[in-house]
């Protein structure tokens, strides 16, 4: 811990309704930090700082600023009293993450971009939280985000595996996921039902980041919706809409119409975006 300002309402219970898990273990804090690259000099985002326990470790780290969204205003406001606050270092925001507009955030705050995006998310809003951040543009770099283990794994799956799904697809079209560590359900308090992870999500080269997330989204999300049915009659309402027969546009798109949607590669749920972009 810094000799500056603890952080505050340690003993402040998490509400249920915004999905609040909290940690205040200071090896693990660390590790979350800094688990995807340094931090200091950088710009971050913090979404659900709670109590103020991973604030106080990226804050440590030394970055340039730290920009720390709370809708709780038991911790926003107890935030905006730390000496970083005052300073310009911490900037806190009392409000739903989901209705921040993060470029015109950034912007206003005169942040060095690409920001990192460091957060223990609520687990309530964590999936949305994610799939707007995968569509931002050049402003978002890396990311380490603490899920549910059987959420992290699903952004990581592979083809060919259970877990693999319209949230893998999604992750694989702009970053390069991984897991970096999992944490049982005692490190936090109050204890989840399950076992969490963080993983690291890296941005993949301009080059090979896919531009059409929402297509793609569309697609994986029709296909993996009756994931034990054959791509042609899983397809089938969504190409209809479109005026098109599913089986024909598989095959013109060079996929099997009787494969089923866990064995498509990312280039092919791309191929299939393309198709309609």
Avoid at 21 to 47: M, N, Q, Y
Avoid at 256 to 276: G, H, N, Y
Wanted: hydrophobic fraction near 45%.
């Amino acid at each position: 811990m810094s000799d500056e300002t603890p952080p505050p309402l340690t003993d402040a219970p998490a509400r249920k309704a915004l999905g609040q898990h909290f940690l205040f273990d200071p090896s693990i804090l660390k590790r979350a930090a800094t688990a995807a690259g340094p931090v200091a000099g950088r710009t971050v985002i913090e979404v659900g700082p709670g109590p103020g326990g991973l604030t106080r470790a990226i804050l440590n780290e030394k970055p340039a600023l730290l920009i720390a969204v709370e809708t709780d205003p038991r911790f926003s406001d107890a935030l905006m009293g730390w000496p970083e606050a005052q300073d310009g270092r911490l900037k806190v925001i009392a409000k739903d993450a989901r209705k921040v507009h993060w470029e015109k955030v950034l912007a206003e705050s005169g942040a060095e971009l690409p920001a990192l995006i460091i957060a223990n998310l609520p687990y309530n809003v964590g999936t949305p939280l994610l799939i707007d951040w995968l569509k931002a543009g050049s402003w978002r770099g890396s990311m380490a985000l603490m899920f549910q283990k059987e959420v992290a794994e699903r952004i990581c799956a592979k083809p060919d595996t259970d877990a693999y799904g319209r949230l893998a697809v999604l992750a694989q079209a702009v970053t390069r996921p991984h897991i970096a560590f999992t944490l049982p359900p005692g490190a936090f308090r109050p204890p989840p039902k399950v076992d969490s992870a963080v993983i690291v999500l890296e941005p993949l080269p301009e080059t090979e980041r896919f531009a059409h997330l929402d297509l793609l989204e569309q697609i994986a999300g029709a296909a993996f919706g009756q994931r034990r049915k054959m791509l042609r009659a899983a397809l089938k309402p969504f190409a209809k809409k479109r005026g098109m027969k599913a089986e024909a546009w598989l095959e013109d798109c060079g996929i099997d119409p009787t494969a089923r949607a866990e064995t498509l590669t990312q280039a092919e749920f791309r191929r299939l975006a393309l198709s309609l972009a």
